[in-house]
């Protein structure tokens, strides 16, 4: 079995349960983006593969939500990452919030997803974007 390290993902703020991370700085949304892309996680350009705007992946552990970009030079708005791993409880309650049926379905399928691939967990590590590398 081959053992990965784990690729860091930006995000500007973690939740204090630690359950929810947000990204809002252009720098890190490319960086994510640009990294989703090169493993294949995620098509380039992504419009066109949205729901709504909206585009569901998994990234290890993580349920990615990413908004797309409403800036034609920007890759997406926003995004953010929920780890559910330890709280099933919230599943139904946050596909509801999505008030889609077909964005509920794909929140639905990455879950079970990420629930059957354990070994995909540790993929993904999230760290805060205390420096501002990139530039807006």
């Known amino acids: 079995m081959y053992r990965y390290m784990p690729l860091t993902l930006l995000v500007?703020?973690?939740?204090?349960?630690?359950?929810?991370?947000?990204?809002?700085h252009p720098g890190s949304i490319t960086a994510n983006?640009?990294?989703?892309?090169?493993?294949?996680?995620?098509?380039?350009p992504v419009k066109d593969k949205t729901i709504g705007g909206i585009f569901i992946l998994p990234a290890g552990k993580?349920?990615?939500?990413?908004?797309?970009?409403?800036?034609?030079?920007r890759m997406a708005d926003g995004m953010i990452f929920l780890d559910l791993t330890n709280r099933e409880d919230l599943i139904p309650e946050i596909g509801e919030?999505?008030?889609n049926p077909a964005l509920e379905k794909k929140f639905l399928q990455t879950v079970d997803h990420i629930?059957?691939?354990?070994?995909t967990h540790s993929r993904f590590l999230l760290a805060i974007n205390k420096h501002d590398f990139f530039s807006t």
Do not use: W
């Open 12 to 24: 500007d703020e973690i939740s204090p349960d630690k359950i929810r991370a947000t990204v809002s």
């Open 33 to 44: 983006c640009l990294a989703f892309i090169k493993l294949g996680l995620m098509p380039a």
């Open 97 to 99: 919030k999505f008030r």
């Open 115 to 119: 629930f059957a691939n354990p070994d």
């Open 62 to 73: 993580y349920v990615c939500i990413v908004v797309t970009a409403t800036h034609p030079q």
